[in-house]
């Protein structure tokens, strides 16, 4: 035996050495077992406590109430602060539980929906699994009747022996806890049947304070349970929940805005009638679309589960969602609809109207694509801009991997093949390339605009190129061949500005020349659906410049984005160099020598450029991430990394 190999059989010989003499080695050893499951997933405080929510939605409940306990502000303790939360508490007006009911259901699998899970409800799990997630005591207060006591039961983790066999203490008789009581009277209500579930001392809250806590709860279960809102009132410390769609096309919920009035819109929409099987010669189980009644029933094939999935794929226009600009005060609809889009961006499974989990990987491998599993985009910053929500029935579970804690999805490959048949892939690949050419051309009209303001003032790249100048000795010369061109520029210059500012000729003569020696270069814009990329021409007084043909895939991505991104302006007063260095060395060329520059920059680079650049746009355009650093009004995030 190695000396690891016996350290190990030591390691386990001191354990079994305290264990009772009568220990009856059950199927779990409860106080490790419960302090393992402590560890059990939930993502933070909220998707633990839709678990609650849940129940009382399946106990028929129409107030949901979620308390929170603050310390006494009478007494507080030097170490106290007064906004902490001590206790949790969730008030429903459900049918309430028997005694014996309530016992049982703070067990695992103690529950009523097993072999009758047409709602949300399904495993058992949640009340005791949520519970120990966020504290170690949970208490249930309960009753049926307004005549009847109250019944309590606690699951206390601190009470339980390290070894032997433990069960759930007996119920007693109680009353509601005070904070609970008093939150009832503030709203007029009494407790005539439904349940209370309170979490005492929680250590696990993703929040400690109470209103963070609540603002991530508001947020969440909004969200969560925007389709069953219109059912039941659910408030978070004396706050009514109000519906929030994440794809905002339900009329009546938080941020709607109608389709002509610039808001939200459908694209793609379809019902897929599922069939899961189980293939009795192979024991495979499969996915299936039947087409007719006939296909529910094959030779060979067992029928495990039939329902009903809902697609819908939803566009958001240009500026719905928009991040909030570093600069601004204050919080617009569009920056709060984003702030929603940042935790959905990818496809949102939804299961008996409860949100389940938004799922942000798609299948995209080679072996995927040969797998015949579809051809999804990348989920990068155009994905914030759509949205695809799958909505299906709990029958389906099986298919769509619903997992205990029902907060996440695990799809059978078999959807996703079924999906990509139907044309769910080439609609959200639809939807990046649209959001891709939208953003382009807002961002592109919002670059020319600028661009305009920017042409009455010498820009950083001008004054470079003209010190270069200055440093070399040899500043830009107006050949004698095209001198006379120059002339009759320069005078159709001053006689438009002698109209325009009713100035004599012989002072915007002067003005000019003065403006010539501060400016020799200038970056002009033009626009050519059928030019080149840019057009050197000299102007007045034999100033050099390069006119940008803003219709060119040159300008519309490339020079016009440069701006959107950080550190771009340097980068576009280099572009503005080469430029103006190509251009004087064009103007100032031989005459053949200039032909033959002319020819390639016309014939030759303008085409390759703009066939290029189109290939390059439309074959990435699932793959960029213009919006990381972006603010919504097109600047750079000063920020940014």
């Not at 226009?317 to 204050?330: L, M």
């Not at 919002?446 to 001008?462: I, L, N, Q």
């Not at 210059?493 to 000729?505: L, P, S």
């Not at 050197?536 to 390069?546: D, K, L």
């Amino acid at each position: 035996m190695t000396k690891s190999q016996n350290s190990e059989i030591k390691r386990q010989q001191k354990y079994l050495d305290r264990l009772p003499d009568n220990y009856q080695f059950p199927l779990f050893n409860t106080k490790q077992a419960l302090q393992s499951q402590r560890q059990n997933g939930y993502k933070n405080t909220a998707a633990a406590a839709r678990e609650i929510v849940d129940n009382a939605l399946e106990a028929g409940a129409k107030h949901v109430d979620v308390v929170l306990r603050r310390p006494d502000q009478r007494h507080l303790k030097k170490h106290d602060r007064k906004n902490a939360v001590s206790a949790v508490a969730f008030v429903d007006d459900g049918s309430g539980m028997l005694p014996l009911m309530a016992r049982y259901a703070l067990s695992w699998g103690g529950g009523t929906h097993f072999d009758d899970h047409d709602f949300i409800g399904k495993f058992g799990f949640g009340l005791p699994n949520a519970s120990i997630n966020q504290t170690t005591k949970v208490a249930v207060y309960t009753r049926t009747d307004p005549s009847e006591p109250i019944t309590v039961v606690e699951l206390d983790l601190d009470a339980f022996d390290e070894h032997g066999l433990q069960s759930i203490p007996e119920p007693t008789e109680g009353e509601l806890p005070g904070f609970v009581s008093d939150a009832l009277n503030r709203q007029n209500r009494t407790f005539e049947s439904g349940t209370v579930v309170v979490w005492d001392k929680p250590d696990r809250l993703t929040y400690r304070m109470a209103p963070d806590l609540k603002s991530l709860l508001i947020d969440d279960f909004g969200s969560t349970y925007r389709n069953h809102l219109k059912n039941f009132t659910l408030t978070v410390d004396g706050t009514e929940v109000e519906a929030v769609d994440p794809l905002f096309t339900s009329p009546g919920m938080k941020y709607f805005v109608p389709e002509d009035e610039g808001g939200a819109t459908v694209t793609f929409e379809k019902s897929l009638p599922l069939r899961y099987f189980i293939d009795e010669e192979t024991g495979g189980r499969h996915l299936s679309k039947p087409e007719k009644d006939d296909d529910l029933d094959v030779e060979g094939e067992k029928t495990i589960a039939t329902g009903v999935a809902h697609i819908r794929v939803v566009r958001l226009p240009v500026g719905f969602a928009e991040s909030k600009a570093k600069k601004k005060k204050g919080l617009t609809d569009a920056n709060r609809r984003f702030e929603i889009r940042k935790s959905r961006r990818g496809m949102c499974f939804v299961r008996a109207g409860r949100e389940i989990e938004t799922l942000d990987a798609f299948p995209r491998s080679a072996k995927d694509q040969a797998s015949g599993l579809g051809t999804w985009p990348l989920l990068q910053g155009y994905a914030y801009h759509w949205g695809i929500e799958v909505s299906f029935e709990p029958s389906l579970d099986d298919v769509f991997g619903i997992t205990n804690d029902k907060q996440t999805v695990r799809p059978l490959e078999d959807v996703w093949r079924i999906l990509s048949q139907e044309g769910v892939d080439d609609a959200l690949m639809r939807e990046n390339n649209w959001q891709s050419k939208a953003r382009r051309k807002k961002q592109t009209e919002k670059a020319m605009e600028a661009d305009k303001a920017r042409e009455s003032k010498p820009t950083t790249g001008e004054l470079a190129a003209a010190a270069a100048n200055v440093v070399s000795g040899r500043p830009p010369a107006v050949p004698d061949t095209k001198q006379e061109t120059v002339d009759e520029v320069t005078k159709i210059e001053v006689a438009r500005r002698a109209k325009e500012t009713q100035k004599q000729a012989s002072e915007i003569e002067e003005a000019m020349k003065e403006e010539r020696r501060r400016r020799p270069y200038r970056v002009a814009f033009a626009e050519d659906p059928n030019g080149p990329f840019y057009m050197p021409e000299y102007g007045h007084n034999g100033q050099v410049v390069a006119k940008i043909n803003t219709t060119h895939p040159f300008y519309t991505h490339v020079y016009s984005q440069l701006v959107q991104n950080f550190g771009g302006e340097r980068a576009r007063d280099t572009i503005d160099l080469l430029l103006l260095m190509l251009s004087q060395s064009e103007l100032e060329a031989e005459e053949m020598l200039e032909l033959f520059y002319s020819a390639q920059r016309i014939d030759k680079w303008s085409p390759f450029l703009r066939n290029a650049l189109t290939i390059l746009e439309n074959g990435i355009a699932d793959t960029e991430d213009p919006d990381e650093n972006l603010e919504p009004d097109g600047e750079p995030d000063e920020n940014a990394a």
